[in-house]
Nanobody, 115 residues
Framework: QVQLVESGGGLVQAGGSLRLACAAS????????MGWYRQAPEKQRELVAS???????HYADSVKGRFTISRSNAKDTMYLQMNNLKPEDTAVYYC?????????WGQGTQVTVSS
């Protein structure tokens, strides 16, 4: 099973930007799917964005045009560039991977957007 470690979270003012990174403990070249999820207090975890091994992307409607997901197979890392952040983006952000039918999760990183 792969280990995933998120980084890049923090406190930012509304309208600001953050870049999250998800580093994998081994090669992600063959991973079927990777994605970013988030969970706000008292809310269910939701999918923010995903990217396939072939580079196809999917975004939640709430983040389209503001967030960009990418992956670097050379660095075994997935990224989430978040621009024009809003207070409603405040949540713990988790990265996840799907490979060979096995789903792995990171420990999460807090993103707080102040108004």
């Amino acid at each position: 099973q792969v280990q995933l470690v998120e980084s890049g979270g923090g406190l930012v003012q509304a309208g600001g930007s953050l870049r999250l990174a998800c580093a994998a403990s081994r090669s992600i070249f063959s991973f079927d799917l990777m994605g970013w999820y988030r969970q706000a207090p008292e809310k269910q975890r939701e999918l923010v964005a995903s990217i396939t091994g072939g580079g196809s992307t999917h975004y939640a409607d709430s983040v389209k045009g503001r967030f960009t997901i990418s992956r670097s197979n050379a660095k075994d890392t997935m990224y989430l560039q978040m621009n024009n952040l809003k207070p409603e983006d405040t949540a713990v952000y988790y990265c996840a991977s799907l490979n060979g039918g096995v789903t792995s999760w990171g420990q999460g990183t807090q993103v707080t957007v102040s108004s």
